[in-house]
């Protein structure tokens, strides 16, 4: 699995645990062991640019999915195949504010984020009521998932 992960935002973060938790999720939804994600760690000016730009929504946001060869979830049998994830571009600041207001660690908030938008990648979304359902569904499965992980490591 290749992450690249790229902070250019000013908030360090722990880059290590945000891998980990992202080769957890690609490896559950069955993706190719060689399929590509780059998550970026961008300031709020450049989210919010990035914001405008490709949803026409005016202030930062928290997550941004930039979908490249449209790969779907495989199967244990049958696990999808290699090519370019995309991009996951998240915004610490407004992840930090969101963290503070849920109760949680930035860390919690990155992670919740990060497994949000390889979800998005992957083709789920939230826009109808059985979509949202199945998509928080899986993100929580993910979550839970990979915490039991950690605290085995």
């Known amino acids: 699995m290749s992450i690249e992960i790229n902070n250019e935002s000013t908030i360090e973060v722990d880059e290590a645990a945000i891998q980990r938790l992202a080769v957890y999720a690609l490896d559950a939804m069955h993706v190719h062991p060689d399929a590509e994600l780059a998550i970026v760690l961008v300031d709020e000016g450049a989210m919010e640019q990035l914001h405008v730009q490709w949803m026409d929504e005016p202030g930062p946001t928290d997550v941004l999915s930039f979908p490249m060869d449209e790969l779907r979830p495989g199967t244990e049998d049958q696990p999808a195949p290699p090519g370019l994830l995309g991009d996951v571009v998240l915004c610490p600041q407004v992840a930090e504010a969101q963290a503070k207001s849920a109760g949680h660690s930035l860390l919690d908030e990155l992670q919740l984020l ?40």
């Not at 979304?125 to 085995?152: N, S």
């Open 114 to 153: 990060t497994t949000h938008g390889i979800l998005h990648l992957l083709g789920f979304d939230h826009a109808e009521p059985a979509e949202e359902k199945e998509m928080f569904g899986i993100q929580r499965d993910l979550l839970v998932g990979f915490a039991m992980q950690e605290r085995r490591r």
